[in-house]
């Protein structure tokens, strides 16, 4: 089993940037694809980005790509998403995901087995 905690939201303005971690527990992170959602206020939890497990395999949401980066340091146990020219409907709670199931998961939150509690984004306009 894999424990899951974000950090690195906040306040920012728009066309600012933030970086968000996932530090990560457990033995299965190094074979764990791993992701990061998102939710807005009264919204469903919205796909953003993936990574496979050696790193090599990305898949963004259209709404993201070009703006984001996803990252993972195995060695630390820890992903990262760098999120640039952040706009105010980039305002959500992220949450960190993973799994060790094949083939590599789409963008179904079903898709994923383990969940961070979410780090706050707040984008001002």
């Known amino acids: 089993q894999v424990q899951l905690v974000e950090s690195g939201g906040g306040l920012v303005q728009a066309g600012g940037s933030l970086r968000l971690s996932c530090a990560a527990s457990?033995?299965?992170?190094?074979?764990?694809?791993m992701g990061w959602f998102r939710q807005a206020p009264g919204k469903e939890r919205e796909f953003v980005v993936r990574?496979?497990?050696?790193?090599?395999?990305?898949y963004y949401a259209d709404s993201v790509k070009g703006r984001f980066t996803i990252s993972r340091d195995n060695a630390k146990s820890t992903v990262y998403l760098q999120m640039n020219s952040l706009k105010p409907e980039d305002t959500a709670v992220y949450y960190c995901?993973?799994?060790?199931?094949?083939?590599?998961?789409?963008?179904?939150?079903?898709?994923?087995?383990?969940w961070g509690q979410g780090t706050q984004v707040t984008v001002s306009s």
């Open positions: 457990g033995r299965t992170f190094s074979r764990s694809t």
């Open positions: 995901t993973g799994t060790t199931r094949t083939p590599l998961p789409g963008a179904r939150a079903s898709d994923y087995e383990y």
């Open positions: 990574i496979s497990w050696i790193g090599g395999n990305t």
